[in-house]
């Protein structure tokens, strides 16, 4: 499975951006997917994560109700909605995908992934 992450960028707080992350490799709807962030000098943080179909997520405390992942099995791609961005939300981005799932067991935990993209950088200015 290959992911390519894309979609980030500078933007002003309280501003939105939508990333995307584009598989290939496996059937697409086979699985589930996951993203990640990761600020300068801390570790990865689970962000959000969805099941095979779309019809069950989850999310981070720190972003619930701001952030939205979905999915168009049709075309290969998962996103996350970023709505009313803060400076904290400022790290790199992965995707993630959970081979194994058709609904992530432990969601938050990095070890339930099998592959994972290249990370994209999200800034959001003060």
């Known amino acids: 499975v290959q992911l390519q992450a894309y979609g980030g960028g500078l933007v002003q707080a309280g501003g939105s951006l939508r990333l995307s992350c584009a598989a290939s490799?496996?059937?697409?709807?086979?699985?589930?997917m996951g993203w990640f962030r990761q600020a300068p000098g801390k570790e990865r943080e689970f962000v959000a994560a969805?099941?095979?179909?779309?019809?069950?997520?989850n999310y981070a405390a720190s972003v619930k109700g701001r952030f939205t992942i979905s999915r168009d099995n049709a075309k290969n791609t998962v996103h996350l909605q970023m709505n009313s961005l803060k400076p904290e939300d400022t790290a790199v981005y992965y995707c993630a995908a959970d081979l194994a799932a058709w609904v992530p067991a432990t969601p938050y935990n990095s070890a339930e992934y099998d592959y994972w993209g290249q990370g994209t950088l999200v800034t959001v200015s003060s």
């Open positions: 490799g496996r059937t697409f709807s086979s699985y589930a």
């Open positions: 969805i099941s095979w179909s779309g019809g069950s997520t």
